[in-house]
């Protein structure tokens, strides 16, 4: 887990719209539940994406007891249905909504272009991950925004969403995008990489220490 990223997100006071999003990956992060369990109490969320796992809806179910217990913001991704019956939010592609139903709870999505941003927007996200930020280990080689395109766009958006950043995003990247833009932080490995347990409240009030320091 990324201290830096986590100070980062940490930084001002606490509230609705999280500003660390931890993103599942079946690949990359294959069971999160762990990571899930370590993110901060209170001020973190969570992106079920998992698509392709035959087990989605039970990991589901699971994430969202979790998020419960600790007071983390759960969306699920593309599957309003799913979202539903966890009463957790739901996560847009492209700010496209899957189907009709509008399940309770808050509304993020992905963003790639202004198009997209534009129907994130018509569609009543809260925030959209403008990216991918940077080179990702998710789609290694693939073209990326850098911080100047990703500033550019971010530009464009007046009030609504509130903007997050995507892809290759870390303690050391997150802060070569622009402040007043850049709202909330989207990872996987950055917030999904475990080291000991975390979950405890002394451990908790010791990552806070950590968190001073960086």
């Not at 403008?130 to 080179?135: C, E, N, Q």
Request: charged share 25%; glycine share 10%; aromatic share 4%.
């Amino acid at each position: 887990m990324d201290l830096k990223l986590l100070a980062w997100g940490l930084r001002g006071k606490r509230t609705a719209l999280p500003r660390l999003w931890l993103f599942t990956d079946q690949h990359r992060l294959a069971d999160p539940r762990e990571s899930v369990a370590a993110l901060p109490r209170g001020r973190a969320g969570v992106v079920l994406r998992h698509d392709g796992d035959p087990n989605r809806a039970a990991l589901g179910r699971d994430l969202a007891r979790i998020c419960r217990v600790r007071n983390l913001t759960l969306v699920v991704a593309g599957d309003a249905r799913l979202a539903a019956s966890l009463k957790a939010g739901l996560h847009l592609r492209g700010g496209l909504r899957p189907c009709a139903l509008r399940p309770r709870g808050m509304v993020t999505s992905s963003a790639h272009s202004m198009r997209d941003l534009a129907r994130a927007r018509t569609a009543g996200a809260a925030l959209a991950f403008l990216s991918p930020a940077f080179a990702t280990d998710s789609h290694p080689g693939a073209p990326h925004l850098g911080p100047l395109r990703w500033a550019a766009l971010a530009a464009r958006v007046a009030n609504r969403p509130r903007l997050g950043a995507l892809g290759g995003v870390d303690g050391k990247t997150i802060v070569r995008l622009p402040a007043r833009r850049c709202y909330a932080a989207g990872a996987i490995g950055a917030l999904g990489t475990i080291r000991g347990p975390l979950v405890s409240r002394g451990n908790e009030n010791c990552m806070e220490n950590q968190i001073r320091d960086c």
